[in-house]
Nanobody, 123 residues
Framework: QVQLVESGGGLVQAGGSLRLSCAAA????????MGWFRRAPGKEREFVAA????????YYADSMKGRFTISRDNAKNTVYLQMNSLKPEDTAVYYC????????????????WGQGTQVTVSS
């Protein structure tokens, strides 16, 4: 089991940027694929981005392409989500997740989850 702790959330104005971090502990960070998901108030959890262990494969939700960038530093056991051009509709609790094998866009494929970090984008 991998323990995940997110950080970096906060309040930002529309058009601003935030960088979320997710630190992993416990079983070895690699070769886990990592993902970011989010849950907005009153909505279901949705996929944001995912990255392979090597970092060579990345997936993004269509609405995040060009604005969000997922990356990882395996030496630091950390995955990042750089979020630019933030919009009020990006307001949500953001969760990181880990899974063995390759990356996925399906939350059901991920076995380890962090507690989430709140991102609030004001208009």
């Amino acid at each position: 089991q991998v323990q995940l702790v997110e950080s970096g959330g906060g309040l930002v104005q529309a058009g601003g940027s935030l960088r979320l971090s997710c630190a992993a502990a416990g079983r070895t960070f690699s070769p886990y694929a990592m993902g970011w998901f989010r849950r907005a108030p009153g909505k279901e959890r949705e996929f944001v981005a995912a990255i392979s262990w090597s970092g060579g494969i990345t997936y993004y939700a269509d609405s995040m392409k060009g604005r969000f960038t997922i990356s990882r530093d395996n030496a630091k056991n950390t995955v990042y989500l750089q979020m630019n051009s933030l919009k009020p509709e990006d307001t949500a609790v953001y969760y990181c997740a880990a899974k063995g094998g390759g990356p996925s866009v399906r939350s059901a494929d991920f076995g380890s989850w962090g507690q989430g970090t709140q991102v609030t984008v004001s208009s």
